[in-house]
């Protein structure tokens, strides 16, 4: 969980279907962060895949879940769901907002 808003990129660092890492040292959060740019906006989860570690922002995204490139293991982006064996345990999801042209982490159910 995020304690305070933190920004974490700018809009036009993270082109639209590709995805990059944000470190602790940018979030705050103790693990590494996934944050994808989809046709419906950004996504943060954790990016340390629960099935066996792999970083999920090298990963696809198919109809708003993230396809594990090692496993083919599938998480829902919105609510971070293991959907597909062998994912079974769910990713952390980190709310975020879009100001301006910058992306923030936000407090929140996470
Ligand atoms: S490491 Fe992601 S599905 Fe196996």
């Not at 590709?18 to 040292?25: C, R, W």
């Not at 792999?54 to 993230?66: F, I, N, T, Y």
């Amino acid at each position: 969980m995020i304690e305070q808003s933190v920004r974490v990129a700018r809009v036009a660092d993270i082109a639209p279907g590709t995805a990059t890492v944000i470190t602790p040292e940018v979030s705050g959060h103790p693990t590494p962060i996934a944050l994808f740019h989809t046709a419906d906006g950004f996504h943060a989860v954790d990016d340390t895949c629960t099935h066996l570690g792999a970083s999920l922002a090298r990963s696809k995204v198919v109809d708003g879940e993230v396809d594990c490139w090692l496993h083919h293991g599938r998480f829902c982006l919105r609510t971070g769901e293991a959907t597909y064996y062998p994912a079974r345990n769910p990713l952390q999801v980190f709310p975020v907002e879009v100001r301006d042209d910058e992306v923030w982490l936000v407090p929140g159910r996470g």
